[in-house]
């Protein structure tokens, strides 16, 4: 293997929105809490729980963003990178816990309504829906590239909801004098954030299970490489994520008979999988027919196998970034 070949991903993070998302959050989360007891808005208090997992999920963002800076050792060849994507599904489920929990409390207070300072109440939500709206603008460049930012972008925005879903509460019962308001407001803003948060979930999982990264399919992939002049087929093909954007692929290709100039060939395959499907980390096996077991088991098609064996005896090539190994 040559050397000046890098496989980190680069951060692509900016932590100063992510700072000043984190100050913000956190220190209106203690005026809400306050808010919430001296109040006794349930829907305010359940605000305040989203808003901690706000200042949670931040906190873990950051973590991941320095903790992902590290490089990578004889243990670790990829790095650390992964634990962005441990960080989106901690966030998930911390997010599943508090939905719950304010589920549960909304239908004990629906069966005895307490008496809510809406006032009090209208105005924290105020502040709070200032903060949340500030913090979704510093957080909204970089939730389309991490999930890990949009783990934490996800959390600010349902919190903004709830911020709304609050004050609407407090001007009804500011004005009508329902108490019970507050719990239905408290169980809509749960229901609002559980699909969210599941679909957060789903992603990470995928990550994490070594999934085709979304928006990819596999059967493109091996289409889009075998119509290149000079493959006659695919097999053994893998295709996944190490974090978010970075995406690798494995794959045998068996060139035709005709083919004499196998590194061009090579080459030519590698910068088609870069340029349509921005697959910059590539380790394609160039065959003059298919490994024995490979023809059995991984063909492409209908009769594809499922064991991820490789095989001796076969030079790898790699690349990353049109830079060969």
């Not at 790095?79 to 994507?85: D, K, L, S, T």
């Not at 609050?166 to 009804?172: D, E, K, M, S, T």
């Not at 978010?244 to 910068?271: F, P, Y």
Request: net charge negative.
């Amino acid at each position: 293997m040559g050397s000046g070949h890098s496989h980190a991903a680069q951060p692509g993070q900016n932590e100063r929105p992510l700072w000043i998302a984190l100050v913000l959050t956190t220190a209106f989360l203690i005026a809400e809490i306050i808010g919430g007891i001296v109040t006794g808005s349930l829907a305010l208090i359940s605000d305040a729980a989203h808003m901690f997992t706000d200042t949670a999920a931040l906190a873990i963002s950051l973590a991941a963003i320095r903790i992902g800076r590290r490089p990578a050792d004889s243990e670790r060849t990829f790095g650390y990178y992964r634990f962005e994507i441990l960080a989106a599904a901690f966030n998930a489920l911390l997010l599943f816990g508090v939905a719950i929990y304010i589920l549960y409390e909304a239908w004990q207070r629906l069966r005895n309504p307490p008496e809510i300072q809406s006032g009090t109440m209208l105005v924290v939500a105020a502040f709070g829906l200032v903060v949340n709206l500030i913090s979704m603008r510093l957080l909204s460049s970089g939730k389309d590239s991490s999930l890990n930012v949009k783990g934490a972008y996800l959390e600010v925005w349902s919190d903004m909801l709830g911020s709304i879903g609050v004050i609407l509460g407090a001007l009804v019962i500011r004005y009508t004098g329902w108490s019970w308001v507050d719990s239905v407001i408290a169980v809509a803003i749960g229901l609002w954030v559980l699909p969210r948060t599941w679909t957060l979930l789903k992603a990470s999982m995928n990550v994490l299970l070594e999934g085709v990264p979304e928006g990819l399919g596999l059967a493109d992939v091996n289409e889009t490489i075998v119509q290149i002049p000079g493959v006659a087929s695919v097999h053994d093909l893998h295709v996944w994520s190490i974090t978010s954007g970075k995406a690798s692929l494995t794959a045998h290709v068996v060139h035709q008979s005709g083919v004499t100039d196998v590194q061009a060939l090579l080459v030519r395959i590698r910068e088609v999988v870069s340029s349509k499907y921005d697959i910059h980390h590539s380790t394609i096996q160039i065959e003059a027919t298919p490994c024995e077991q490979a023809a059995q088991e991984h063909s492409f098609g209908p009769n594809t196998g499922t064991d991820h064996a490789d095989h001796d005896g076969h030079a790898h090539e790699h690349e990353e970034k049109g830079e060969k190994r």
